[in-house]
C-alpha cells in the first residue's frame, strides 16, 4: 500500500470517539498515533470521510503524507529515547 498518496488529518483528542473508523485507514482509537502530550492524534484517509466533510468535526489540520512525516519527526511527536 502506497500512504504518499494518502491525506492526513491533525484532531483534538476529544474527538477520537466520534471518528468512524471504517471509512478511514487508521482502524481504531487504540491504534491511531497520539502527540506526546496526548492532546492531538492523527488518521490517514483516502477520500475525505463525512464526519469532517459534514462538519461533525473540525481537524486542525489536513496534510500530505510528507508533512506528515515531517510532523511527527517534531518533539511534539516523537519522544527522544536514551540509549
Known amino acids: 500500500m502506497a500512504f504518499n498518496d494518502?491525506?492526513?488529518a491533525v484532531l483534538n483528542i476529544a474527538d477520537?470517539?466520534?471518528v468512524n473508523y471504517s471509512?478511514?485507514?487508521t482502524t481504531s482509537k487504540e491504534?491511531?498515533?497520539k502527540s506526546i502530550d496526548e492532546s492531538q492524534f492523527i488518521i490517514k484517509?483516502?477520500?475525505t470521510p463525512s464526519f469532517i466533510s459534514g462538519g461533525a468535526i473540525t481537524p486542525v489540520s489536513v496534510v500530505s503524507?510528507?508533512?506528515a512525516l515531517a510532523l511527527m519527526a517534531t518533539d511534539d511527536w516523537t519522544a527522544d529515547i536514551e540509549l
Do not use: G, M, P, W
Request: proline content about 0%.
Open 65 to 67: 503524507h510528507e508533512d
Open 6 to 8: 494518502k491525506t492526513y
Open 45 to 47: 484517509y483516502d477520500s
Open 31 to 33: 491504534t491511531a498515533r
Open 16 to 18: 477520537i470517539d466520534s
Open 23 to 25: 471509512e478511514v485507514i
